[in-house]
């Protein structure tokens, strides 16, 4: 007996939401994990000739942290290969760019492939047909389409009227830089800075510090009293470990309150993170020093390979946060002092290299952190930061990664740190790793114009320190 058309329909309909639930349960499994966060990450600038390197730029649109570990870059040929370092994420809002000049080279008609590890499944791309003038870059950040416009690596791009940050600007000051040290004084590896006063505190990454005096010719030489003159080598609380030092400040009290250094890892184990900021008495005369006090931060905060952690930190006084109206992250209301007890006066902000992120901490002198800020610089790392009274603003500046670009930020009318201006460095300083930068202060103001200070990393010519000028 042949079925009717009507219950043939409605066995057919029963049976299909029988198994309707199953089928979308099965696509749902079959979806990889990976796929709605790889999507948030885009290629966002492309630079093939100009003053640096080929570069391809990513950036993440999305709310969530990505680890980009081992995912590859590539160019219009399969064999062309750049994989991205273990460890490296990329936040929400962040840029980073990756000079691959050296696995591969981005011609007048090329492209810029984003793949994941597998290496076969595309992410993102972009193809031009004529070399970037200087820079070829997505308009809006992460969602618009490829424009030619200015150079912004690592940084918000410059899309013009209705589209993209901060144009970059001139160095406000003086266009040439000198040497400001004795020719091979400290090698490589110089790191952060700080001038306190008539002494500047130099980090350097094998675990030591530096108390630097003036030479008398406008530059810095090591001080040859209390033991310093080879520098002093840094301990973990206890006497052990050696701290991969990279950041140094201190308070508005100056080093009476103990001189503070930013560190990534322990050099005695240098494959694992361990994001730390330590406080050193630095009255004795030994030539070994043993933090008093750390801070391990390194639970708080996005995992990042152990080189690429805590680069940058220097302190903001709580009158300028609360005068500023500065809004705290860990209570969403204005920031409020006493709600912490004794932690110094002030907030520590500390940069991180492999995010460009830049974090506030009030450090209690009992030892516990408490973060109050998280905030994207704009910047694919930050090699340093540096507080600056006179102006009230906050410096946060990276090496030849963004071709020394320097960001200032201040708190806006919302409570938060946003950039007031993107930065070149000075036009008569070349492209240097420069790690470290320090800024005079007020009373060295001399015709409108301050100094400024650069440490160079690679100590570039056998130099690495170099003295410029900022207007006051």
Not at 44 to 62: A, F, M, P, Q, R
Not at 124 to 139: E, G, I, L, V
Not at 279 to 304: I, K, M, Q
Not at 446 to 472: E, F, I, M, Q
Request: aromatic share 8%; charged share 15%.
């Amino acid at each position: 007996m042949t079925e009717p058309r009507a219950s043939r329909r409605r066995r057919t309909l029963a049976l299909w939401l029988a198994v309707a639930p199953a089928l979308a349960a099965a696509t749902l499994t079959a979806a990889p994990a990976h796929a709605a966060p790889a999507d948030d990450i885009r290629v966002n600038e492309v630079v093939t000739t100009g003053d640096v390197d080929d570069s391809i730029e990513l950036y993440n649109k999305g709310a969530a942290t990505v680890d980009i570990s081992g995912w590859i870059l590539k160019d219009d040929s399969n064999s062309s290969k750049y994989k991205i370092a273990s460890g490296t994420t990329l936040a929400p809002g962040a840029f980073r760019a990756f000079d691959v000049h050296s696995s591969f080279g981005l011609g007048s008609a090329d492209k810029a492939r984003l793949y994941l590890p597998d290496g076969s499944t595309l992410v993102d791309s972009f193809t031009w047909s004529q070399h970037s003038a200087p820079s070829w870059s997505r308009c809006p950040d992460g969602t618009g389409a490829f424009k030619a416009a200015p150079l912004t690596l690592g940084a918000a791009n410059n899309c013009g009227t209705g589209g993209g940050g901060t144009s970059p600007v001139a160095w406000p000051g003086g266009s040439s830089v000198s040497n400001a040290d004795a020719s091979n004084v400290f090698g490589q590896d110089l790191s952060g800075l700080q001038q306190d006063g008539s002494v500047m505190w130099g980090a350097q990454n094998s675990g030591k510090l530096w108390r630097l005096v003036a030479d008398g010719s406008g530059g810095w030489t090591p001080d040859t009293s209390a033991g310093w003159s080879s520098g002093k080598s840094l301990r973990f609380p206890g006497g052990s470990g050696t701290p991969d030092s990279e950041g140094v400040t201190v308070t508005g009290a100056g080093a009476a309150d103990g001189v503070y250094v930013a560190s990534e890892r322990n050099g005695d184990a240098s494959g694992t993170s361990r994001l730390s900021v330590l406080r050193y008495d630095v009255t004795g005369t030994s030539t070994t020093l043993s933090a008093t006090r750390e801070w391990n931060l390194t639970s708080d905060l996005p995992s990042v390979g152990s080189n690429l952690g805590l680069e940058a930190v220097t302190w903001v006084p709580d009158g300028y946060l609360t005068g500023a109206g500065f809004k705290d992250a860990s209570t969403g209301a204005a920031y409020d002092p006493a709600h912490y007890g004794a932690h110094t006066g002030g907030v520590f902000f500390v940069g991180v290299e492999g995010t460009g992120m830049i974090y506030g901490y009030v450090l209690a002198d009992s030892g516990t952190y408490t973060r109050v800020a998280a905030i994207t610089s704009g910047l694919a790392g930050v090699m340093e930061l540096q507080w600056e009274p006179q102006a009230s603003r906050l410096w946060a500046v990276c090496d030849d990664t963004c071709s020394g670009r320097h960001r200032t930020l201040g708190v806006d009318a919302s409570g938060a740190f946003v950039t007031t201006a993107v930065l070149n460095r000075p036009s008569g300083m070349p492209n240097l790793n420069n790690e470290g930068f320090s800024i005079a202060p007020a009373g060295e103001c001399v015709g409108g114009t301050k100094p400024v200070y650069w440490s160079d990393d690679s100590n570039t010519g056998g130099h690495a320190l170099r003295r410029g000028t900022l207007t006051c």
